[in-house]
C-alpha cells in the first residue's frame, strides 16, 4: 500500500509564490522509553512509552507576508500530539476548569482514544510593525516564559522545574485562549517586554463569576552578550463560590484539594535570570502563587541550574523546589541531571535522571509513578528528539 | 524552544512533481474581538475573541491531477477550526442530529476543549470532463450557495443574514456528508447548476425512521456580466416520531422547540440575485423553510442588501428578517452595516455593527448575548483577517 | 470567498533546504458507494457512501534526515480519516479497551461527529543504519502485515479476508501504540524481519491487571523473484479479571461475546505466502487466535486467493473463512470478486461484490447490513481513489 502513497511535491500555485509569501510547516517529533517509582505504602512503579522527554512534539504552519511600509501580518498554528500513540492534544476554550462531573474510567479512556489534534500550543495572528506585534488567539501567557527560558530542562521531561508539576497557577499557567497580545519591538537595546489581556467569555449577567478565566499578564527583560533577566506576573479572576475550580487538582500537594474547592483569583509572579560564562550557564528562577480562597493559600517555587556544553552534547542539572503554606506545609524538593547528544542540529539523543523528596505530606512522584506522603519517588528516561 | 524548529522546505520527491501533480496548502485565521448586549429582564452581554468574523478560518490541502483526454480527479479536505482557542469544528456523520441526551456543563465544556480538527467543511474526491464533475464526500449543500452569495456579509459575523440565525433548514441548511454531487461544466455560457443527493445511512429495516436525513437539493443560476440569479430548492427526510430531531434547536424562535420534538420532512428553497451597477452591488434573497411536523411550521426569511467599494476598502450594509408562522408569530429583523479595509490581497481588517429586533415572542440576541423576549440585541467587531 | 484563498506555495527557510533534508506531504481519498443486505428474521440492508474500499484514506508527513556515516532519522504521522464525513479516526492509547460502560445513541453519535484527526496510523521516529532500523511509538504490529500482504483485497472494503472481521485478536491485531520496534536491514538476499515490544502503561502494583495491553510480536520472511513467504507470531497480555475486555466485541461471532467478558492473553500466529505466475499471483494465509480467557477460545482462518493483471486493470479473487471453537462452533465463510481499474498510477475506479455464509450461530454482515444466525449476506461497492 506504501507504494501507491505517490508522493508529491507542495508546487507554487502559478504566479503567486514570492519570497515574502511562504507557508514554513515544522515540527518535533520526541519519544522516550520512561521509567519511574515511588516508595512507601501503596506506592507503584510505571513503565513507559512518554512523549516529550526532551523538547515538545508538535505539528506547525505558520507564515509572514511583508505589507510593506515596515509592516507585517503573520499566522501560527502549531499542535502539540502524543508520539507514542499518535492522539493529539486538547485545548481550553475559556481559561477555566471543566466542572466537576466526575468522568467513570470507560469515559476517561475514549477521551483519550478519540483525542484529534487541535493548535493547542499556539493558533494566533499577528500584525507588527517598528512598534511591535499585536498578537490575537491562543498563545503562551507571559508568565509562563521566565519557567522555560531559566529552567535547563525547558519545561520538558522527568527533570523539569518542580514548580511545573507542583504548583499552583492553575488553567493560565501556561497559555491562555482568548488573548490580546502586544510584544515590545526588538530593537531596544536588549530591553524586551510583552503584555496579554485575555478573556473567559462568560456571559454578563451579575453572576459572581462572570469574570472567571479573564485575566492578564505581564513580562519585562533584559537580555545582553551573557546576561538574561526577566520578570512577570500575572492574575487570573475565579470567584470564590467554587462553582468552577480555580486551580486543576495537583495531587502531591496538601493544599491543593482546599484551593481546587474553594476557587478565587490566581495570582502568579516570577523572577528568572542565567549568565553565560562560556564552560557553563548558569540559571536560577523564584515563583510565587497565591490562590485567593477563602482561606488564601501561597505556594513558592525556587530553581538553580545550569547547562554544560561537551562536545557535541550538552549536560544539565538543576535543583528545584515548591512548597505551600497550608497546615503541614507540604513541600517537595527535585534534583535532576541529563545529557543531550546532538547527532545534527535535528536530532538529538537524550537521558535524564531525577529524584524528588518529599515532605509535609506531599506525594509528588515522578514518571507516572505515585509516591507514599513524604517518601521519595525516582525516574529516569531515554529518548530521541527529531525535528523537521 | 523555538530556535529548534528548523523550518524546512517541502521538497519534491524526485522524479514524481509535475505541473498537473500537486498539492496546494492553503488557510485563513480569522479574529476579532466581539461584544454583544441584550435588553430587558435577564439579559446579559457579552465580550469575546471570535472566530469568522469576516471569513471562516480553516486549514486544507487540495490538487488536481490531470487525466488526460480532458479528464482531470481531484480532492479537497477542508478543516474549519477556531483561531482564539486552536480548537477544531465538529462535523456530522449521518445528516441527524444525536438523539436528546442532554449534557452536563462539565462534559460540553470537555466536549468544546476537546474538539480536534476535522475536515468538516469539506472532504471530497473528483472526477470532471467536459460533460461536468461528479463530486464524493462531504460537501456544501446546494440550496446553501444563495445564502453566501447573494448576502453582503457572506454568511460570517454578525451582520450574517437573519436566516442563518433563526433558519429552521436543520442540519444540512450548510453542508451534508455522504453526498453524490453533480455539477454542470462551465462554458454553458452564464447557466450554471449542480445535483446532490445524500444519505442519512441507517439500517433498512422497515423503521419509520430508516431514510432520516437521506435527502435532494439542486440549484441553477445564470451569471452575466453584472447579473447574477440562482434558484434552489431541497427536501431532507425525517420520520414524525420525533424519535431524530428534525432540526437543531434555535433559540429565539418560538416554533422552534416544537419543530425540534415533531421531527418531519425539512424544505428549503431559495431564490436570490445580485447586480453590480460598479459604484455598488445590489443582492436581493429570499428562503423559504417548511418543516412538515405533525403541525406543519413554515418560516420565511428575507434579505436585502449592498456592497459598495470604497478605495481599498468595501463597505457592507444588509437588511434581513426571519419569521415563522407558529402561533405567536415569532419575527427577527436585522439591520447591518460593515467596512473591510484590504491591507493586502490576503491580509484585511474589518468591523461590523449589528441590530436585531424581535417580536411575536422571539429572542434572538447577537455575539453570545441574550435578550428578554421582543427585545433588541445590539452587537458588533473588530476583527483581522489573514489567508495563506 | 474560494477566490479570497490564495494559495501559496511552501518555500524553503533560506539556506536550511538539501536533498536529504525534505518533508513529503502524502495521502489517500478513497470513497465508494456501498450497499449490503442480509437474510432471515430482523435482518435489515445498508446503503451508504463508504471510506476505504480500495485503499485506506489517509492524511500524512513523512521525512529522512541523512545523518552521515550510513544512518539517518525519519519520522512518520499518517492521519486517517473518513472522506464521506470529514471526521478523523480514534487510537488507542494503552492497547486496552476501555471499560465496558454503555454509551447511550446520542453520545455514540456525538463521539462519532466530533472525531477529530489523530495520527491512529502511524506515528513513529526512527534511526537507521546498516544494522536496521529502530523505530518508537505507534505502528502496525508485525503479525498485522501478513494479513494485508497475502490478502488480494489488502485488508480493505467488503472482500477482504473474513479474519479481519471476525477475528479474535483484539486490539493489537492491527497496530500497537507505546512500541519500540526492530527491523532488519534490507540487504540479506531476501530474508526480511521485524520485532516489536509494546507496552500497557498501566501502574505496576500487584494488580493482575498489571500488565493488560503489554506485548511482542515477531514476523520473518523472505522474498525472492516470485516467492513471497512470511510467518509472524504475537501475545499481548490481559489478566483473566474480565475487567478488561481483552477483544472488542466482535459480533457474529457466538464465541466472542464470553472472550471479551473472560479477558485472558492474546496469542495470534499467521503464516502466509505469495507465487507470482505472470499472468495471475496466487495467495494462501491461514491464521490460528487463541484468548485464554478461563474456558480457553480458539479461532482459525484460512483464505487464498489471487490477483490477475487485465489491460490498465486487475481482478482480484479470494475465497476465505474463520471459525471459532466454541460449543456452537460459529463459522462465516466469504467469496470475494472485484476489478480495480487504474485511470493513472494515482486515480483508480474500482467495484467489489462479496457473500459470506454462516454457521453455528454466526451473525457475519456485510456493508453494514444485518443477518439472522446461520443466514448470508451479501454486499457491493463501486468505488473512486485518488492519491497524493
Do not use: C
Not at 517529533?29 to 523538547?55: E, F, M, P, R, T
Not at 541531571?337 to 512522584?365: C, D, E, I, M
Request: glycine share 14%; aromatic share 8%; no cysteine.
Amino acid at each position: 500500500m506504501k507504494k501507491s502513497l505517490v508522493a508529491l511535491a507542495i508546487l507554487a500555485a502559478a504566479g503567486v509564490a514570492s519570497a515574502q509569501s511562504s507557508v514554513t510547516l515544522f515540527g518535533v517529533v520526541d519519544v522516550a522509553y520512561a521509567h519511574g517509582s515511588g516508595s512507601g505504602a501503596g506506592s507503584s512503579s510505571k513503565s513507559q512509552l512518554i512523549k516529550n522527554g526532551y523538547n515538545s512534539s508538535r505539528l506547525g504552519f505558520r507564515g509572514t507576508e511583508d505589507l510593506g511600509g515596515g509592516m507585517s501580518a503573520s499566522f501560527w498554528l502549531e499542535a502539540g500530539f502524543a508520539p507514542d500513540s499518535g492522539t493529539g492534544e486538547a485545548s481550553n476554550t475559556n481559561n477555566q476548569n471543566p466542572s466537576a462531573t466526575a468522568l467513570n474510567a470507560g469515559d476517561t479512556q475514549r477521551l483519550a482514544n478519540n483525542q484529534g489534534l487541535t493548535f493547542n500550543r499556539r493558533s494566533t495572528v499577528s500584525l507588527a510593525s517598528g512598534l511591535g506585534e499585536l498578537r490575537l488567539g491562543r498563545d503562551y501567557t507571559p508568565h509562563f516564559w521566565n519557567q522555560t527560558v531559566f529552567d535547563p530542562f525547558g519545561t520538558n521531561g522527568v527533570g523539569t522545574n518542580q514548580t511545573l508539576n507542583s504548583g499552583l497557577g492553575g488553567v493560565t499557567a501556561v497559555r491562555a485562549s482568548n488573548s490580546v497580545g502586544y510584544f515590545l519591538p526588538g530593537n531596544l537595546g536588549g530591553f524586551y517586554g510583552q503584555f496579554q489581556a485575555y478573556m473567559g467569555e462568560n456571559n454578563k449577567n451579575g453572576a459572581v463569576t462572570e469574570k472567571d478565566g479573564s485575566g492578564s499578564s505581564i513580562r519585562l527583560g533584559w537580555a545582553n552578550g551573557p546576561v538574561n533577566v526577566a520578570i512577570a506576573t500575572s492574575r487570573t479572576k475565579f470567584a470564590r463560590t467554587g462553582a468552577v475550580a480555580a486551580v486543576a487538582a495537583t495531587p502531591g500537594n496538601v493544599g491543593a484539594a482546599a484551593v481546587a474547592a474553594g476557587g478565587g483569583d490566581v495570582k502568579s509572579t516570577n523572577i528568572g535570570g542565567s549568565y553565560d560564562f562560556g564552560v557553563a550557564q548558569l540559571m536560577a528562577l523564584a515563583t510565587r502563587d497565591r490562590v485567593d480562597s477563602a482561606t488564601a493559600v501561597t505556594g513558592k517555587g525556587a530553581l538553580i541550574g545550569g547547562l554544560v556544553p561537551l562536545g557535541a552534547g550538552q549536560i544539565r542539572v538543576a535543583y528545584s523546589t515548591y512548597k505551600t503554606d497550608t497546615a503541614a506545609a507540604p513541600k517537595s524538593k527535585k534534583i535532576a541531571l541529563g545529557y543531550v547528544h546532538n547527532l545534527s542540529k535535528r536530532t538529538a539523543l537524550y537521558t535524564t535522571f531525577a529524584r524528588v523528596t518529599n515532605s509535609g505530606g506531599a506525594t509528588q512522584a515522578l514518571n507516572g509513578a505515585t509516591t507514599a506522603a513524604n517518601n521519595r519517588s525516582t525516574g529516569y528516561d531515554f529518548g530521541i528528539k527529531h525535528s523537521f
